[in-house]
T-cell receptor, first 115, second 110 residues
Framework: EAGVAQSPRYKIIEKRQSVAFWCNPISGHATLYWYQQILGQGPKLLIQFQNNGVVDDSQLPKDRFSAERLKGVDSTLKIQPAKLEDSAVYLC?????????????FGNGTRLTVT | QKEVEQDPGPLSVPEGAIVSLNCTYSNSAFQYFMWYRQYSRKGPELLMYTYSSGNKEDGRFTAQVDKSSKYISLFIRDSQPSDSATYLCAMEAAGNKLTFGGGTRVLVKP
């Protein structure tokens, strides 16, 4: 079974620039998550999709972050404009069934540095 | 107070020792409890997944959940240098989002 694919692996941008991350979940997984992991901390949920609908985006800074999941498969997360505090690893995860009923499978993340 | 508390470590042990990790939590609605292992520059990978209270064993790994004390543990027997990683506890209430601890960094010295 192929894992969760993410790209790019690394990205360095200047503050106020924009950036986009891409995620391809495990085939057949209905639920997709984007997490932000700041160095030395645990992952924090940004947004959760069930198929192509948003289940939870309560912790997404909507003034600068946006995400979409086209056709219930791939997803993109965008930051515009970036701030220094957005420097973190952005992890995508997927799971096969409804939340609370199956564990998450994570990709290796995109490491973002904002200078 | 954070919803899930985890000692950041680092926890350094000699090869072959038992590694003991734990998390405490405040939300009594949590029903699903997980332990993830994260190597440097990699995503978290699931180690153990338990529902409600009790023990679960898988090879060298044992997970314990004590819901009455709001306390979960992970034990690693016969630790190996390859077990050096950050260990994240995570928990979830039914139909809710997964909440992670901050992670404990473990170093197993040969």
């Amino acid at each position: 079974e192929a894992g969760v694919a993410q790209s790019p692996r690394y990205k360095i941008i200047e503050k106020r620039q924009s950036v986009a991350f891409w995620c391809n979940p495990i085939s057949g997984h209905a639920t997709l998550y984007w997490y932000q992991q700041i160095l030395g901390q645990g992952p924090k949920l940004l947004i959760q999709f069930q198929n192509n609908g948003v289940v939870d985006d309560s912790q997404l800074p909507k003034d600068r972050f946006s995400a979409e999941r086209l056709k219930g498969v791939d997803s993109t997360l965008k930051i515009q404009p970036a701030k220094l505090e957005d420097s973190a690893v952005y992890l995508c995860a997927s799971s096969p069934r409804v939340p609370g009923d199956s564990p998450l499978h994570f990709g290796n993340g995109t490491r973002l540095t904002v200078t | 107070q954070k919803e899930v508390e985890q000692d950041p470590g680092p926890l350094s042990v000699p090869e072959g020792a038992i590694v003991s990790l734990n998390c405490t939590y405040s939300n009594s609605a949590f029903q699903y409890f997980m332990w993830y292992r994260q190597y440097s520059r990699k995503g978290p990978e699931l180690l153990m997944y338990t529902y409600s209270s009790g023990n679960k064993e898988d090879g060298r790994f044992t997970a314990q959940v004590d819901k009455s004390s709001k306390y979960i543990s992970l034990f690693i027997r016969d630790s190996q240098p390859s077990d050096s990683a950050t260990y994240l506890c995570a928990m979830e209430a039914a139909g809710n989002k997964l909440t992670f601890g901050g992670g404990t960094r473990v170093l197993v010295k040969p």
